[in-house]
């Protein structure tokens, strides 16, 4: 295959690809890395590539599996979720506040989170990828993806209600 007709293939979902790596790994530099060990991963069996069925979910597999490798390898617990994905310049500075302590308090209730409840949450709910091609990639039965889907989602909530019933009182 040749390097143009990969990277056409590839760059529609490269930046799904760092964006779950950076929400498995948490830092912007672990991130970056992952994508491009993930893209080289790929470029080396770019003369099998045409063999998957969807080429997407087998990219979001290996970069899962590359970030899970990296987490067991380096115990990346020091690592820490940078999120500036509210950068719009027509809302105002006291709701980009809002927004940016809300997204902290997310990622800080997310990191309390097993790692495979992160990389659903961040499947679903963040790259908006369907049940079936979460289950393909998570490698689970839809079912076991909708439980961890709900509690991730529930932690999140019941975390946000009562942060916010302290930060009232």
Not at 45 to 52: E, P, V
Not at 84 to 113: A, H, P, V
Request: glycine share 2%; aromatic share 8%.
């Amino acid at each position: 295959m040749k390097e143009q007709t990969f990277l056409n293939i590839i760059n529609p979902f490269k930046d799904k690809i760092y964006r779950l790596a950076l929400r498995l790994l948490t830092s912007k530099e672990a991130a970056q890395d992952a994508t491009q060990d993930v893209i080289i991963k790929l470029w080396k069996q770019s003369d099998k590539i045409n063999d998957y069925a969807n080429v997407e979910a087998f990219a979001m597999t290996v970069t899962k599996n590359y970030c899970y490798d990296q987490l067991k390898l380096k115990q990346n617990n020091n690592l820490r979720i940078v999120h500036t994905n509210y950068d719009n310049n027509e809302i105002s500075g006291q709701r980009q506040l809002e927004l940016k302590d809300e997204m902290q308090w997310i990622n800080e209730i997310l990191k309390t989170l097993p790692e495979q409840q992160q990389a659903i949450f961040q499947l679903r709910d963040v790259e908006q990828y369907e049940f079936e091609e979460i289950c393909k990639i998570m490698n689970m039965k839809n079912t076991a993806v909708r439980v961890a889907l709900s509690r991730a989602r529930k932690k999140i909530k019941e975390s946000l209600i009562k942060q916010h019933s302290y930060g009232i009182g």
